[in-house]
């Protein structure tokens, strides 16, 4: 069952799509993501990238993140991302962007749009956790002191720096890895 974790719209039910096209990020690594990045949560500006559900966003949306932008290039996806954050009630909150990476990731960039947190969840094994960094980092869509998080299968191998993006920190969890980009040279603050 999908549902949200915690804050204001805790254990309200989301939808899935059927089939295995989508994998959600499992209540566990949810938690300890937003364990690990809970002080920057209230008042971001979130962006989810191959939002899949919209999990992640609503999380954080839940949490207290004033908006966040999805992307998900999957037109049936998007309709359960629209349908889980009218569920939610933060459709008000929430731009949804049925595009593929990096071109939508291109266009965010030339609207001048920066993030404090970033989130991507590629399908696992596919090879696009380090060509999304590098679409990330060649847009500036971070902000100074933003995060970047890469969910990735254990068997992934990042790299320590795409571009000006640097892994500040690593957690695994069973199968899963989380792993934190920050701009090189910002400064020392907590994930």
Do not use: W
């Not at 959600?24 to 500006?45: H, M, Q, Y």
């Amino acid at each position: 069952m999908l549902r949200v974790i915690s804050g204001s719209a805790k254990k309200r039910r989301l939808k899935s799509p059927r089939g295995m096209a989508v994998r959600p990020t499992s209540d566990r690594v949810k938690e300890a993501l937003f364990n690990i990045t809970g002080s920057r949560i209230p008042g971001c500006f979130f962006l989810d990238l191959f939002a899949g559900t919209g999990s992640i966003g609503i999380e954080a949306l839940s949490r207290g993140a004033s908006s966040v932008v999805f992307i998900e290039n999957n037109s049936r996806n998007i309709q359960v991302i629209r349908e889980n954050l009218k569920s939610t009630g933060f459709t008000e909150k929430a731009r949804l962007i049925c595009q593929a990476l990096p071109p939508a990731l291109n266009a965010l960039g030339r609207e001048g749009l920066k993030f404090d947190l970033i989130f991507l969840d590629p399908p696992y094994l596919k090879d696009f956790e380090t060509s999304t960094l590098a679409a990330v980092a060649a847009n500036s869509l971070l902000k100074t002191e933003g995060r970047v998080i890469v969910e990735s299968s254990k068997k992934c191998v990042l790299p320590g720096r795409v571009a000006n993006l640097e892994m500040s920190r690593q957690e695994k969890y069973g199968d899963t890895l989380l792993s934190f980009y920050q701009i090189n040279g910002s400064t020392g603050v907590k994930n």
